[in-house]
Nanobody, 123 residues
């Protein structure tokens, strides 16, 4: 079992920045990849970014490319999402997830999920 705890969400004005963190504990030896997903009010959860354990592979959804950066600290068992130039459409609950098998954009490939952290971007 891998336990994930997200932090760093909050309220920010458009154009601002936030850094989300996701700390893992438990069976972290089984983690192959990390990802961030988000869910806006009234919408389905969507992929945001993913990174392999080695850090050699990263994926981003098109809407965040050039603004968001995913990274990980193996020693701390933590993954980060640096979000710059935030827009109101980035508002949502951000979830951290881990996969035991591959780095993917597909929600179904991820085995463990955090509780989520709220990000609200105002005009």
């Amino acid at each position: 079992q891998v336990q994930l705890v997200e932090s760093g969400g909050g309220l920010v004005q458009a154009g601002g920045s936030l850094r989300l963190s996701c700390a893992a504990s438990g069976g972290t030896f089984s983690v192959y990849a990390w990802a961030w997903f988000r869910q806006a009010p009234g919408k389905e959860r969507e992929f945001v970014a993913a990174i392999s354990w080695s850090g050699g592979t990263t994926y981003y959804t098109d809407s965040v490319k050039g603004r968001f950066t995913i990274s990980r600290d193996i020693a701390r068992n933590t993954v980060y999402l640096q979000m710059n130039r935030l827009k109101p459409e980035d508002t949502g609950v951000y979830y951290c997830a881990t996969s035991r098998t591959l780095t993917s954009r597909a929600e179904g490939e991820y085995d463990y999920w955090g509780q989520g952290t709220q990000v609200t971007v105002s005009l």
